[in-house]
C-alpha cells in the first residue's frame, strides 16, 4: 500500500520560514520525480516545486527564491523547504509521487497539509 504523509504545516508570520516533509512507503521511492503542489480556497491546484529521480529541480514562478526542493533517498523523504513566505502561499500543501514507464504513469498523492502565513 503506497502512502505519502506530509508534515510541517501550520500558521507562519510574514517573512517567516516552514520546512514541509513528505514520507513515502509502499514504491521505490528513489526512481519517482517527486514534487509539491498546493490549492488555495476557490483556486486550482498549482504546482509549486518538483526534483526528479535524478535531482533536476523546477520552480513555479511565484516561489523561485524562496522555495527549495530536495530529497533524501536513504529516508524515502521530500522536502520543501520555505523561506520569506507571503500571505498568498497560504494554502493546503500535496505531496506527489509521479513514475512514468512507456504507456504506464504511477501517481500518488498524500492527504495534504494546510499553510497559513498570516500576522
Known amino acids: 500500500q503506497v502512502q505519502l504523509v506530509e508534515s510541517g504545516g501550520g500558521l507562519v508570520e510574514p517573512g517567516g520560514s516552514l520546512r514541509l516533509s513528505c514520507a513515502a512507503s509502499?514504491?521505490?521511492?528513489?526512481?519517482?520525480?517527486m514534487g509539491w503542489y498546493r490549492q488555495a480556497p476557490g483556486k486550482q491546484r498549482e504546482l509549486v516545486a518538483v526534483?526528479?529521480?535524478?535531482?533536476?529541480?523546477r520552480y513555479a514562478d511565484s516561489v523561485k527564491g524562496r522555495f527549495t526542493i530536495s530529497r533524501d533517498d536513504a529516508k524515502n523523504t521530500a522536502y520543501l523547504q520555505m523561506n520569506s513566505m507571503k500571505p498568498e502561499d497560504t494554502a493546503v500543501y500535496y505531496c506527489?509521487?509521479?513514475?512514468?514507464?512507456?504507456?504506464?504513469?504511477?501517481?500518488?498523492w498524500g492527504q495534504g497539509t494546510q499553510v497559513t502565513v498570516s500576522s
Open positions: 526534483i526528479t529521480s535524478s535531482t533536476s529541480t
Open positions: 506527489n509521487a509521479h513514475y512514468r514507464v512507456i504507456t504506464y504513469t504511477y501517481d500518488y
Open positions: 509502499g514504491i521505490t521511492f528513489s526512481i519517482y520525480d
